[in-house]
Nanobody
Framework: VQLVESGGGLVQAGESLRLSCAASGIVFSNYVMGWYRQSPGQQREVVATITKYGRINYAVPVKGRFTISRDNAKSTVYLQMNSLKPEDTAVYYC????????WGQGTQVTVSS
């Protein structure tokens, strides 16, 4: 199983980024897909999740700014991040969960003020 994130980078506050996570080795359409993030010294926290039925949940700090979506044909989940803030700075991880859970290697997002 592989989850490969891409799209991170350094941006200024107010700008946007789009993260992608390409999955292989799983039946992607069966999995709950999620984005998590971890800042230095902090616990990993959920950012957004999307079920195989398309039900979506967002963490309060990102609601209204971030959008999660999935393309089952491409086995890919996306995170569109708008109006980025310095407090969004973190390593962002992709997660796939069904009976088992898998993690990507993470992609760094840095937002400067």
């Amino acid at each position: 199983v592989q989850l490969v994130e891409s799209g991170g980078g350094l941006v200024q506050a107010g700008e946007s980024l789009r993260l992608s996570c390409a999955a292989s080795g799983i039946v992607f359409s069966n999995y709950v897909m999620g984005w998590y993030r971890q800042s230095p010294g902090q616990q990993r926290e959920v950012v957004a999740t999307i079920t195989k039925y398309g039900r979506i949940n967002y963490a309060v700090p990102v609601k209204g700014r971030f959008t999660i979506s999935r393309d089952n044909a491409k086995s890919t989940v996306y995170l569109q991040m708008n109006s980025l803030k310095p407090e969004d700075t973190a390593v962002y991880y992709c997660n796939a969960r069904e009976d088992s859970a898998y993690w990507g290697q993470g992609t760094q997002v840095t937002v400067s003020s």
